[in-house]
């Protein structure tokens, strides 16, 4: 069998209001019928990816995507940089999750994330565990203080040349360049100026790039594109300068909500954005998990170690029963 299914559109798609200005793009695949899946899409800020739908079979499942808050075809874009984004924390997109299961009639589904997905699929599974039959994630995060500090400032060893150009990008006198890189570049992302915001989001994406291309895996097409670097930068530095609006640790303290929902945690053993520390701690926090290591696999799903365990995950997953 193929590492992914055969590409497919969606026979449903709409916006959905959230009752404060903002619009949550969705789209339903597969089988209308079949048991509902949702993806939730890593960044924070990226928006969900054709490629996501063929990660089920789309005979058993009824696959549900959305873009969150500001990003993707959810309106209105964090690219402009008169959107708001005081409405755009991990609890509204919790909310937002809810409000759409409620929307399309659901009772209960699987959950699928990546990277930041893995933060909001455990937050919603640990408000909402009744509506959650299982949950598949991989590139496991939780979006500590320590993973955020990680990201920013952790892996700076590992990329000298990289994080000089990084610090480089930072002018001199910019709040928060020696104290917080994440606050430094939300600073350069809000600026009124057109060039320094798009400058600042070029380097903040050719600092991720460092670490992806260590991996040997190309650069996501969307990152040539200025809105989508704008978009997704801004949500980012946004959800760290806030610590994602988590109590730290939060997420593997409250581990003992998930003791009924079974679940497989995927880790490449060369994931440098999110060491495999995180999926271990989940692990041993949340004894209903199975922790599968992958060990040629780093972060990205499109690798073909990772996309066929996704695929053997969901797959394991589509004859539960329903709640």
């Not at 994630?137 to 990329?159: H, K, N, Q, Y």
Request: charged share 20%; hydrophobic share 40%; net charge negative.
């Amino acid at each position: 069998m193929p590492a992914l299914y055969p590409e497919i559109e969606p026979y449903d798609h709409g916006l959905l209001g959230t009752g404060d200005g903002n619009l949550i793009y969705w789209e339903a695949c597969g089988n209308p019928m079949g048991r509902p899946a949702l993806v939730l899409h890593g960044g924070p800020g990226s928006g969900c990816s054709t490629a996501a739908r063929r990660q089920f079979d789309p005979d058993a499942y009824r696959i549900i995507l959305f873009d969150q808050r500001n990003c993707g075809r959810s309106l209105p874009s964090a690219a402009d940089p008169e959107t708001d984004l005081s409405c755009n924390t991990t609890w509204h997109l919790v909310a937002d999750i809810e409000r759409l299961r409620l929307f399309l009639g659901i009772e209960s589904w699987l959950l699928f994330g990546n990277s930041w997905g893995s933060t909001l699929a455990l937050a919603y599974a640990e408000s909402h565990p009744q509506c959650v039959r299982a949950i598949v994630i991989s590139g496991v995060t939780t979006t500590r203080r320590s993973e955020i500090d990680w990201l920013c400032r952790g892996m700076a060893p590992l990329f000298p040349e990289e994080w000089h150009r990084f610090r480089r990008g930072i002018p001199s006198g910019t709040p928060g360049l020696d104290d917080d890189m994440a606050s430094a570049y939300h600073h350069l992302l809000n600026d009124p100026d057109s060039e320094t915001r798009l400058k600042a989001a070029r380097d903040w994406h050719d600092w991720e790039a460092a670490s992806i291309l260590l991996a040997g895996e190309g650069l996501p097409r969307r990152w040539a594109d200025p809105a989508y670097v704008l978009t997704r930068a801004r949500i980012i530095t946004h959800y760290f300068v806030n610590g994602a609006w988590l109590e730290d640790g939060v997420l593997l303290k409250n581990a003992a909500r998930l003791a009924d929902i079974p679940g497989i945690l995927l880790q490449g053993r060369f994931d440098i954005e999110a060491p495999l520390v995180t999926a271990w701690e989940l692990a041993r926090a949340w004894p209903q998990s199975e922790l599968v290591i992958l060990p040629h696999a780093s972060h990205s799903t499109a690798g073909p170690d990772m996309s066929a365990a996704i695929v053997a995950a969901t797959d394991r997953f589509r004859n539960l029963s329903q709640k």
